[in-house]
């Protein structure tokens, strides 16, 4: 498996943990009402969805659940599915609001635990409702018979088009986002070329874009079958701004620091290498720990030494981990096939991650020769139109969500969070503000169930326990309370742990890789220890005033 | 003489074995400055507690422009939907539920458990609902109802928002803003961006007049004692209110801008707003006031104009003493 599809479906957690913290954060961030019931609501979206395109139940099989509405035109399909969770989890949300709203903070963080548990208590023993203790399985994705496309047939070329069209769309939206705050010429150029000449808003010159450039894709496919060279040109133009939005965001770092940086990133590679190397598991784990520490002492003592890495220390520790993230998806891979002296391969393995956007081998696939790296076979798989929707509903969800609370709407609830009395000396109700936030906060937890039914394509109870609702929590304190592009941040953050530790599992022989599966929970506490510690705020401060000024952050010198 | 625009009638509050405010009976004219006194202990805040909302008095009432504010603090119509339909939907879910278990007796006794079931939870909560609306008109603090109808107040110890900036302490007060409601947010756009530059602009306007339009972008948490006092008065003017209750509005402010502050309720004051002042600054008292009410445990001591309170000798021996 190429590290791009590992990637791939890292996004598509980050996209699901990132919506449910975006709903957290309506509740706690911006009204001030911990919740720590979160998950039931995810598990009322999930489990609403899976009901409405699960087909009829049949007698006598194993799986039992109260009703399956897949068969039923227009209802039992995906899209009303995902709204019927979305608008049940609220309704629910409300309902459960309305007796334990009137609660101090922490009795009502106490209570909604203890609804969020009765929540999978019921799916648990109510075996007429979902199967009971036993997996809700038997339903697929929408859409997925159809993958993987190859283009060969005009369904596959209309696929492909969305698919591009999406990716094109989102891509550009962001370039045109970065281009409007900054935009030096080149880049400037180049996006309108990207938006085929759109100079609009960025919003309407992505949508225009999107449509533009995944109507012709369709028509190149239809005419030419060739979707390689399509999925070249997408990936790199997804890549170029991808390093452009870093370049731009550490424009300001001198090289002293970029260098810094550079060395942060590489010492952490290299303190990792007696894992790969050394065989004694006792030596392997003492090394690389001690190469850790030189690592930290030494980064410790350079701040303590020169004034710009000290004024820079975060920015240098981001731009470090995104030279080891990127030596670990391009070069990393390209280790084992090199010493077993196979070039091809190396390049072929290159070739596959840059061009991220399709699937590589696989059974199915248009076969194309290139000179130098031999025969490949690609396609179009399910996972990574999932993702292009995800992302898709991530990012509508996060510009929705903005909208709402940078308005005077927005201003209640934050008024709310910090002194209710007042909120009621002023002629507004606390009460029905508390029970809208909930609602919007409860209805976005079952859209990300929604989505975890359709990714995981199957539903156990156990998956729906009180500690989902702590790590969303803890997503909302390391990406920053009361900040939406924080909950993004710290749900990509919360996944790279996750999938970090899972690959320093794979380094250890397998007797004792569950011990170090289970020791991986502890490295994540640890590290978000230190970031807590370090930036009590969270890494992206709140922000989002009504009047228009950004905050200035209060942790001075923290960037 | 005109009705009063609030009158006070043997008003009674007792937090356990503390009698705070017993049997205190006043009229404050509309348009004009009372200065409420006494010593600490007297019951002045929490008759405004009581005058606005917060609590509830055990006993008397209080009329504001004639009408009692136990009808002025009635649960609202979308309390009740917001009430009545939650608990029908649960009575159905819950009467559904009895029907769908029921199915081994066969659908048609299924069919009718649901219904029944739905009729009884909705039925339940209509009768509870009638019961508790009766309990609750007599014993409800809704203070955001009399804030809407003009009834407001400031605290003794300043409650500004402190993370949000001075402007949007006072954007924050308007009432009915088209962008408060979730739905117009995400389908009234324009109309709510139109209408937050107004009170932007209303917000700027007030921050003026109060002379800390520096303060703008200032958490309010950074601003001083006094700037806070004269935040919370913007931030009351920004309701369009009729009667202001003000809770030691100078307490901790400079001499100047204390005299600034004077002036500021004078001029409103001619403009036909009415204040009623809890302060123990005498001067601030005797100058602004047009009637003074002096309270000592509970009870209105007296009532009358600052010249009269000045040489009263009940007043001297309870509050003023001998100078």
Not at chain 1, 178 to 203: I, K, N, V
Not at chain 1, 539 to 557: K, N, Y
Not at chain 2, 104 to 130: C, H, K, M, N, W
């Amino acid at each position: 498996m190429a590290v791009a599809d590992v990637v791939v479906s890292f996004l598509l957690l980050v996209s699901i943990y990132g919506i449910l913290a975006l709903g957290l954060n309506i509740k706690y961030g911006h009204t001030g009402l911990l919740d720590f019931g979160h998950v039931g609501f995810y598990l009322v979206g999930a489990y609403t969805a899976a009901l409405f395109v699960l087909g009829p139940d049949t007698p006598g099989d194993f799986t039992v659940y109260v009703i399956g509405l897949g068969n039923v035109p227009l209802l039992g399909t995906w899209p009303i599915a995902i709204l019927a969770g979305t608008l049940l989890a609220a309704v629910i949300g409300g309902l459960v609001t309305l007796p334990t709203i009137r609660l101090r903070e922490d009795y009502l963080a106490i209570t909604v635990l203890g609804i969020s548990v009765i929540f999978q208590r019921v799916i648990q023993s109510e075996t007429w409702l979902a199967n009971g203790p036993d997996a809700l399985r038997g339903y697929s994705p929408p859409l997925q018979s159809y993958f993987p496309v190859t283009g060969q047939s005009l369904v596959g070329a209309v696929l492909f088009g969305v698919f591009v069209a999406v990716v094109w769309g989102l891509t550009t939206a962001g370039f045109g986002w970065l281009c409007r705050h900054r935009s030096p010429p080149l880049q400037t150029r180049l996006y309108q070329f990207a938006a085929l000449g759109q100079t609009a808003a960025p919003l309407r010159g992505a949508v225009l874009a999107a449509l533009g450039v995944g109507a012709i894709t369709t028509v190149v496919i239809i005419l030419f079958g060739i979707i390689l060279p399509v999925g070249l040109v997408v990936s790199i133009y997804t890549w170029t701004v991808a390093v452009t939005a870093v370049r731009l965001h550490y424009s300001e770092l001198s090289r002293p620091a970029l260098i810094t940086a550079i060395l942060v990133g590489s010492g952490l590679l290299v303190s990792l290498v007696p894992l790969a190397v050394i065989e004694t598991v006792s030596i392997q784990i003492a090394v690389t720990l001690s190469a850790l520490s030189v690592l930290v002492l030494s980064y410790y003592i350079a701040i303590q030494r020169s004034a710009v890495i000290a004024a820079n220390r975060l920015s240098i520790i981001g731009v470090g981990s995104l030279w080891f993230v990127s030596i670990w998806y391009f070069v990393l891979p390209l280790v084992d096939p090199l010493t077993a002296g196979r070039l091809t391969g190396a390049l072929q393995t290159l070739f596959q991650n840059l061009v991220w956007m399709l699937a590589f081998g696989g059974d199915v696939g248009v076969g194309y020769v290139i000179i130098g790296l031999g025969e490949l076979t690609v396609q179009l798989d399910y996972p990574r139109i999932q993702l292009a929707g995800f992302i898709l509903f991530l990012t509508g969800l996060f510009y929705i969500v903005e909208q709402t609370v940078q308005t005077p709407f927005g201003r209640v609830l934050r008024a709310i969070r910090n002194d209710e009395t007042v909120v009621e000396s002023l002629g507004k109700n606390p009460f029905t503000y508390k029970l809208q936030s909930m609602m919007i906060g409860s209805g976005l937890a079952g859209f990300a169930g929604a989505l975890w039914a359709m990714y995981a394509q199957g539903l156990t109870f156990t998956t729906f326990a009180p500690r989902v609702t702590f790590i969303i929590l803890l997503i909302m304190f390391v990406g920053g309370v009361g900040n939406n592009k924080g909950m993004i941040f710290g749900a990509a953050l919360f996944w790279a742990f996750q999938q970090a530790t899972t690959q320093l599992a794979g380094f250890f022989p397998p007797a004792i890789r569950v011990n170090i599966q289970a020791f991986r929970l502890v490295i994540v506490g640890i590290l978000f220890l230190i970031v807590l510690y370090y930036l009590p705020e969270g890494l992206l401060t709140q922000e989002g005033s009504t009047t228009g000024e950004q905050r200035t952050r209060r942790t001075e010198g923290a960037e | 003489m005109s009705d009063p625009l609030l009158a006070v009638e043997d008003l009674r509050k007792t937090f356990g074995g503390i009698v705070a405010v017993d049997g205190a009976t006043f009229e404050i004219e509309s348009g004009t400055i009372t200065g409420l006194i006494g010593p600490n202990g007297a019951g002045k805040t929490t008759t405004f507690n009581l005058i606005s909302g917060f609590y509830v008095p055990d006993n008397g009432r209080i009329s504001y422009r004639g009408t009692d504010l136990q009808y002025l603090m009635a649960p609202t119509d979308m309390e009740t939907t917001i009430w009545g339909s939650a608990a029908g939907f649960s009575g159905g879910v819950i009467g559904a539920a009895v029907g769908l278990g029921a199915f081994s007796f066969g659908a048609l006794p299924a069919l009718a458990i649901t219904i029944g079931g739905a009729a009884v939870g909705a039925g339940g909560y209509i009768a509870e609902e009638r019961l508790t609306q009766s309990r609750e008109q007599a014993r409800n603090a809704r203070p955001y109802q009399l804030a809407r109808e003009g009834l407001v107040r400031t605290f003794q110890l300043t409650r500004e928002l402190g993370e949000m900036t001075a402007l949007e302490n006072l954007m924050l007060a308007p009432q009915g803003q088209a962008g408060e409601s979730v739905i117009n947010t995400w389908f009234r756009r324009d109309k709510v961006s139109t209408e937050e530059e107004t009170v932007r602009q209303r917000g700027v306007e007030m921050l003026e007049l109060l002379e800390i339009e520096h303060l703008r972008d200032e958490p309010a948490e950074n601003l001083s004692g006094g700037q806070r006092k004269l935040l919370e008065l913007g931030r009351v003017l920004m309701l369009d209110p009729e009667l202001i209750l003000l809770d030691e509005p100078v307490a901790g402010v400079n001499p100047t801008l204390t005299q600034k502050l004077m002036d500021r309720i004078e001029k409103l004051s001619s403009e036909g707003y009415t204040f009623c002042i809890v302060e123990h600054d005498m001067n601030v008292i005797m100058e602004l006031s047009e009637t003074i009410i002096v309270m000592n445990e509970g009870k209105r001591l007296i009532q009358g104009p600052p010249e009269q309170i000045r040489n009263n000798d009940a007043v001297i021996d309870a509050y003023l003493g001998v100078e």
